[in-house]
């Protein structure tokens, strides 16, 4: 048929899979030309019409054959092309994919869980904002007590501050928990500081608390001697100086050896021998009684560290806005 002689050229000149179902409906389609021949079957005799309808078939059977064979071919093209296209020259040097690591300040806070958790420790959290009952009533410091001044504290309103220490998990988990309790509690905390070498004003602290019966300084001497050791080797040598808290009595600080002199002296330590690490002391009890736990029966130990610090003295760092600036040739010596 004409029709079949037609459409096989048509097809045959198309270059693109889009005319292929333009050409299909053309021909094929409800309207196509093939169809209008089926349309007038009617007019047709009794004898033509069994002649003509096998014509019909035989027509539609062969283009949607050629249709497939085509629309097979258009593929094969297009694929042909988009792989010379994206073709990856495979002798081409590898370009290295830079991996990430843990920030020098994640490396020495997973060290520390480590040793804590070794000694029986479990980890406490608490949130960042906090209001003057667990940030200061709670810990023994009154209204007018001078850490309150709005010169240490960032205050959102008169009642609700940015914690500047993580003491309050601490009265948290005192007042929700009956002793025995033995946690760490770090966390990101917030001072009116002006940023130098040594100050932020935000920075990581960790705190630990215990309380049981019968705990005694010496206790707290020997988890913070352990703690050291742990995690600047067998050689390090501590000292306990008398210091005032209001939330612990007695009161001490820890100083360590000075890494750089061994204790002799030299500007990094100020002459002295020994550099400041922490704070600690016995748990006052007026802290106890605020958590309904009775100071006659129990007792405790607290201790505060700036993360900033203990990572300052493993590495050698000299100044914390190092660990701020995402600078990476700080960042990839760790």
Do not use: W
Request: glycine residues 8%; contains cysteine.
């Amino acid at each position: 048929m004409r029709i079949e002689a037609e459409a096989k050229k048509c097809f045959a000149k198309v270059s693109e899979l889009k005319d292929i179902e333009a050409l299909r409906l053309k021909y094929l389609g409800k309207k196509g030309a093939l169809t209008n021949i089926l349309k007038q079957m009617g007019k047709l005799s009794p004898e033509e019409r069994p002649v003509i309808g096998q014509i019909a078939n035989k027509v539609r059977a062969s283009l949607e054959e050629t249709i497939k064979s085509r629309t097979e071919e258009l593929k094969a093209f297009a694929m042909q092309a988009r792989l010379k296209l994206e073709k990856v020259d495979v002798t081409l040097p590898g370009k290295k994919q830079t991996l990430g690591h843990k920030h020098p300040l994640s490396i020495v806070l997973d060290d520390i869980k480590e040793i804590f958790i070794g000694m029986g420790f479990k980890i406490a959290e608490g949130p960042e904002i906090e209001n003057n009952y667990y940030a200061f009533d709670t810990l023994n410091m009154p209204k007018d007590h001078p850490a309150r001044d709005e010169q240490d504290t960032f205050y959102i309103d008169d009642d609700t501050i940015l914690r500047s220490q993580t003491s309050s998990v601490q009265i948290r988990t005192m007042q929700s928990q009956k002793p025995p309790i033995k946690i760490i509690a770090p966390g990101r905390v917030y001072r009116s500081d002006t940023a130098d070498a040594t100050h932020s004003p935000t920075f990581h602290q960790i705190e630990g608390l215990v309380v049981d019966k019968g705990i005694t300084f010496a206790n707290l001497k020997y988890t913070l001697q352990t703690f050291v050791k742990k995690l600047y080797g067998e050689d390090s040598v501590v000292r306990f100086r008398p210091h005032h808290f209001p939330y612990t009595e007695p009161s001490a600080e820890l100083d360590v050896q000075c890494f750089k002199c061994g204790g002799k002296g030299c500007p990094l330590c100020k002459g002295e021998g020994y550099i400041e690490l922490l704070g600690c002391g016995m748990v006052h009890p007026n802290v106890l009684k605020t958590c309904g736990i009775d100071p006659d029966v129990y007792s405790g130990f607290a201790f505060g560290v700036g993360l900033e610090r203990l990572a300052m003295r493993r590495f050698k760092v000299n100044d914390i806005r190092f660990f701020y600036e995402n600078d990476v040739r700080f960042l990839n010596q760790f």
